[in-house]
């Protein structure tokens, strides 16, 4: 699986940025997707995560951005979104989407996941 973000960029605090990973062809029809962060010197978190196709198409976020950000996905386009509306400065991190086969109830955790792409810097200014 390979996994390739894009979308990263330098926005105002209350502004709005479309994060895409493009993945290998059909990896959602297999694989959960998740989108994870990571500010300088704090852990890799969790942000949200959407169920491979077929399972619902449920999402998961954390307490941190839900009403503001939004996970889906284009299965044509091999494609996961991650829309982020209303950003603040605590939201810059470097992004990373990931993809796993782990059971939904473990979406939420980063050592569940074992292809990776690479992130793409997100910046919100005061």
């Known amino acids: 699986v390979q996994l390739q973000a894009s979308g990263g960029g330098l926005v105002q605090a209350g502004g709005s940025l479309r994060l895409s990973c493009v993945a290998s062809?059909?990896?959602?029809?297999?694989?959960?997707g998740g989108w994870f962060r990571q500010a300088p010197g704090k852990e890799r978190e969790f942000v949200a995560a959407?169920?491979?196709?077929?399972?619902?198409?449920?999402?998961r976020y954390a307490d941190s951005v839900k009403g503001r950000f939004t996970i889906s996905r284009d299965n044509a386009k091999n494609t996961m979104y991650l829309q982020m509306n209303s950003l603040k400065p605590d939201d810059t991190a470097v992004y990373y989407c990931?993809?796993?086969?782990?059971?939904?109830?473990?979406?939420?955790?980063?050592?569940?996941?074992?292809?990776w792409g690479q992130g793409t810097q997100v910046t919100v200014s005061s």
């Open positions: 959407i169920s491979r196709s077929g399972y619902g198409d449920v999402s």
């Open positions: 990931a993809v796993t086969q782990i059971l939904w109830a473990y979406v939420g955790s980063a050592h569940q996941y074992n292809n």
């Open positions: 062809p059909g990896t959602f029809r297999n694989f959960h």
